[in-house]
């Protein structure tokens, strides 16, 4: 199975809003509601910021939002802080009983 | 919350097997799936396969023939084995429990180096 597809980095200013796109297949994110967003820090494991779409967990903040349409999910930043400078994955549950992680983006915080 | 401890040997010579133990700790492993996942230095995630505490496993189709994986409820452990290693097989290996469609707590990561 493939990786989903995300852009390499996105980039935005203090107090800006981001949007990372996380692309699949019908097998994939277009089948569940079981996409979920991790932000890794170097060095860091990776922490769950969006569970099942668009849930947060407790203590992770509200200016994480994600959202799907069809096989494309996408997870927004609003208020972007320095803090929010991390990589960023997405994951999907797959019709094979797998999950597949995405490719991967860099956030920039300029 | 639950943390969560990788151990295991972090030199594995080539052609021969990799045994990674996962600790559960500040909660129990009953009822639920744990999985394990990789990430090559500087590379992305890589979802190795997933156990329930009833012994079920699931597996990435890329490498099913080479993993095994058990869990040991009484020790609130759960293993992973990845035989006939390579070089491509070198890489920082997390466990991590499953919530939900995801994944919640990770371990920090074990590395693993395959080198003659």
């Keep these: 199975q493939s990786a989903l597809t995300q852009p390499a980095s ?9 949007t ?8 994939d994110i277009g089948a569940y509601n079981y996409v979920c967003w991790y932000q890794q820090h170097p060095g860091k494991a990776p922490k769950l910021v ?5 849930n947060r967990p407790s203590g992770v903040s509200n200016r994480f939002s994600g959202a799907k349409s069809g096989n494309t ?3 927004t930043i609003s208020g972007l802080q320095a803090e929010d400078e991390a990589e960023y994955y997405c994951s999907s549950y797959t019709s094979s009983i797998t999950y597949v992680f995405g490719t991967g983006t860099k956030v920039t915080v300029l | 919350q639950v ?25 129990s492993i009953n009822t639920n799936y744990w999985t394990w996942i990789r990430q090559p230095a500087g590379k992305g995630l890589e979802w190795i396969g997933r156990i329930y505490t009833s012994g079920i496993t699931n597996y990435s189709p890329s490498l099913k023939s080479r ?11 759960f293993s992973l ?7 491509a097989d070198t890489a920082l290996y997390y466990c991590a429990r499953n919530y939900q469609g995801g994944f919640d707590n990770w371990g920090q990561g074990t590395l693993v180096t395959v080198s003659s």
């Design chain 1, 20 to 27: 990372i796109s996380c692309t699949g297949t019908s097998s």
């Design chain 1, 50 to 54: 969006i569970y099942d779409v668009s």
């Design chain 1, 10 to 18: 996105v980039s935005g200013s203090p107090g800006q809003s981001i």
């Design chain 2, 3 to 27: 943390q969560l401890q990788e151990s295991g040997p972090g030199l594995v010579k080539p052609s021969e097997t990799l045994s990674l133990t996962c600790t559960v700790s500040a909660g």
């Design chain 2, 67 to 77: 993993v095994t994986m058990s869990v040991d409820t009484s020790k609130n452990q």
């Design chain 1, 73 to 75: 999910a996408s997870l």
């Design chain 2, 81 to 87: 084995k990845l035989s006939s290693v390579t070089a």
